[in-house]
């Protein structure tokens, strides 16, 4: 494994090799050229380089038409509960610097990327806060989701449960209905 340009490289010697993007899945074919295992790349940009990323073998299971239909009717472990859509926090004329602040309400590893710094994690427990700066976008991980407590400018943001592990990207997008700008909780993992 290898980084290039914000993404992870998995060389696959000779089945190939691919790019991944943090929170992106990919199929690896097997013989026959079928979908064998799924790649997704759960964390990236780890202290020495490399990222995590999870494995999972599909197996021979049946005819290229039942497959698909698996796929959709059964989406890999964790998914079918998680979150996955975008969430506006606010909205604004235009994007500006914000303040994130965090309190934790139980214990988490959390690792925060702001802006183009390198990223910075530690474990914080109860009653622990952090203020976050940011002038665009800001990536947090988080080992225990329900963990910190966050508010931008009064609005509450929630990453997920209790216990989950979660990938978060908080940035501003353009809203082409209102043209404003929709400061925006975009789930990776």
């Known amino acids: 494994m290898g980084e290039n340009n914000n993404r992870l490289q998995i060389d696959g010697g000779s089945a190939g090799s691919w790019l991944v993007m943090l929170g992106e899945e990919i199929y690896i074919p097997g013989v026959g050229g ?3 295992w799924r790649f997704y790349l759960k964390d990236y940009g780890l202290p020495g380089g ?10 021979q299971a049946a005819p290229e038409d039942d497959f698909i239909i698996a796929l959709d009717s059964q989406p890999p472990s964790g998914q079918s509960e998680r979150r996955r859509e975008t969430q506006v926090i606010l909205s604004a004329a235009s994007p500006d610097q914000y303040t994130l602040d965090i309190e934790f309400r139980d214990f988490s590893l959390f690792r925060y990327k702001v802006d183009n710094q390198d990223p910075l994690e530690d474990y914080y427990s109860d009653g622990d806060t ?4 940011v002038a665009r976008a800001v990536i947090l991980w988080v080992s225990n989701a329900g963990g910190p407590y966050m508010k931008v400018r009064g609005s509450e943001i929630s990453l997920g449960r209790r216990g989950e592990v979660a990938v978060h990207q908080i940035r501003w997008i353009a809203n082409d209905e209102s043209g404003a700008y929709d400061l925006s909780l975009v789930p990776l993992y």
């Open 130 to 133: 952090l203020r976050l700066n």
């Open 50 to 59: 490399g990222g995590i990323v999870e494995i999972q073998h599909i197996g």
């Open 34 to 36: 079928r979908p064998t």
